[in-house]
């Protein structure tokens, strides 16, 4: 049976031209892991109306799995992120100049969701493919952790047979030509999502395996 | 009127032969900030024990603020953490051997907890006395995280009036001799960790300023 | 008129199963940037041999241009080096098990040699391509930087028209999957030393714009 | 009999406030090591008055040893430079607004200095001493690597005894209180330059040890 996926990727933001989450989520739309049957959706990098185009989507094509990613910028490798915490705090405004400080993504929520992802499977599933990845214990406190806490939340309250999480993607080489930062082309990183996808879509519980960080 | 503070550092880990949380921290029970009286405490680099150790202090001191400390290698900056989340996944084993994998901290317990210091006034007057400090959203998911989030299990459940958290130090210098990374030497920590427990003193409320991060 | 190019990579060292440097000259020499001539030749990561095989070649093949590549574990981007100093200074022992300290390269020969590539226009022509590069002032002091010196002194003092250098590449992404290190695929790198052969053939003379570093 | 030690420091440059080498220099001078006859000098931060300034501190002085000291924003670590080459590239004008591109520092000079002073047994001594240190191969293309090959050039053209050479120091903490980057207290950097001299004075070769970098 066809598991029916809902994969999510973020416009530009920050003064960059592109977003690799976006690139990547398109192309896995357009050369989808075999069995999955993918629906890329687009999402603004905007905090108060990036919910409500999911939610609709999620409600619209009733999705086996939802996966959202975004750019993490620095970062050398593909990061399932594991926890999402019920906080805004942006450093920068989002695309509609609104900067919220200490806001809950949803007032009265719980402080954290964990991912329903299977993550340590979709990190060893990358990893087996030649592909760098990493179990991330922090999606920032901007619009990514916003999605990613959104999405628990909904999931979690509306969907609850629904698995879903937030997986970050690095910069691709053209956004850091002269900057000296790790990157990741972009067919890598689709790449990457496809596997990570077919290894959630597969997997109903993880892998009794450490991938902890010290600190 | 005094404000009775717990202060606690870890003992080393990981090969280390010093720990600058306990270095940093019996520094500053010899020489606390004006009004305050500081109480130091050791915890054992233990998942089992150490929050034991810590509850017991904590139920014959009765402090008004708690702030526990740890090493986190690599870090350039003294870090308050924002968030402790309920997980133990350990990537070595601990003082004693154990190794816990995607085990609760607190079966039951919520996904995670906030700090209730002001991290933001910490870090605030961290740097206007000259030290590198900044908002940090993950403890990690070793001895450390265990202790950030039984420690505010513990507040929350028992003593809601006691306010507390976690902050992460750098390495002192000595334990990077020959690695090339990061450090902050015992003196600057602990003076920063003054600093810090002044301005949580002080604040009932924190700073509606941004230290969020992107990703 | 076809310009005739050695282009030579590393076999794997310290530990390593594969050489980004001579996956990306292979693939480089099967498809070859046009006019361009490609002679792909492997080095030996030893100490005293890698000279001896790349004199042969150059003596056998007359070529207009020479480029060494090598791995440069750690680095995210394409980076022509600059200049090659005459010292092996080495921190592990080369695929022979032989470990020089303080050797000269060249006994008697100059401190230094500037590279004859524009490696200004070489890392100009990477950026345009979308890929990341940069100009390194340090080969380090092992094999690459031997090689680097080398070539540099055998082409000074016997092949002065013939114009050449050394350009470091990134780790594979099969190399840091669990590493949390930068990487470039190879196809990536050896795209970017098609575009760095193209301008070096192209350019008698170097960009007047700064590729400097404060430190 | 008593070594006479000409200790160089440097005005604040790219924007920042202060220098850590010449804090770190005025503070050996007040203290110097013993044995030691310490005399600081500031230079500026600019590329055609600095080796003025020092030339004629040198004529003036007649200093045994020559320490000239920077700023290397982002190291974690003191690093003797092993290697000085004879090239300006500047990224930023220097303090007077000037910025060479592809100069040379002394025309015609040969194309790099190695140090003079014992880089190896300077390293051990610091890290003995638990302060962290590295040697480095690079000097960057800006003021310091210019005043370092300058001095190279002109200890090894008209004070063929004088021993000399350059030491890079990180920030101050001052410096990077928001910025989470690595930095050393001045007292320390101070510390380890007192150190460096006396290992300087005392060894007339350098210990037959590694320190060399695999790129």
Not at 29 to 36: E, N
Not at 120 to 139: M, W
Not at 150 to 164: I, K
Request: charged share 15%.
């Amino acid at each position: 049976m066809t598991t029916r996926v809902l994969l999510t990727g973020f416009e530009p933001f920050g003064g960059e031209s592109v977003n690799p989450s976006w690139q990547a989520v398109e192309r896995v739309a357009a050369t989808p892991p075999p069995g999955l049957d993918v629906h890329a959706l687009l999402l603004p990098c905007a905090f108060d109306v990036s919910l409500d185009v999911l939610r609709e989507a999620v409600a619209r094509l009733g999705p086996d799995l939802v996966v959202c990613t975004g750019q993490a910028g620095g970062r050398p490798d593909v990061t399932p992120e594991r926890v999402a915490i019920n906080l805004d705090d942006a450093r920068i405004p989002d695309n509609t100049g609104f900067q919220p400080v200490d806001r809950e993504v949803v007032p009265g929520g719980p402080a954290a969701y964990f991912s329903t992802l299977p993550v340590k499977a979709c990190v060893a599933a990358i990893r087996a493919a030649g592909l760098p990845a990493s179990v991330s214990h922090t999606a920032g406190t901007f619009v990514c952790n916003h999605v990613a806490y959104g999405l628990a939340h909904l999931l979690a309250t509306e969907y609850p047979t629904v698995r879903g999480g937030f997986v970050h993607l690095p910069y691709a080489p053209e956004q850091v030509t002269a900057r000296q930062q790790p990157s990741l082309p972009v067919a890598a990183s689709a790449e990457a999502l496809r596997v990570l996808l077919s290894a959630a879509a597969a997997a109903a519980t993880d892998l009794p395996v450490s991938e902890g960080a010290i600190s």
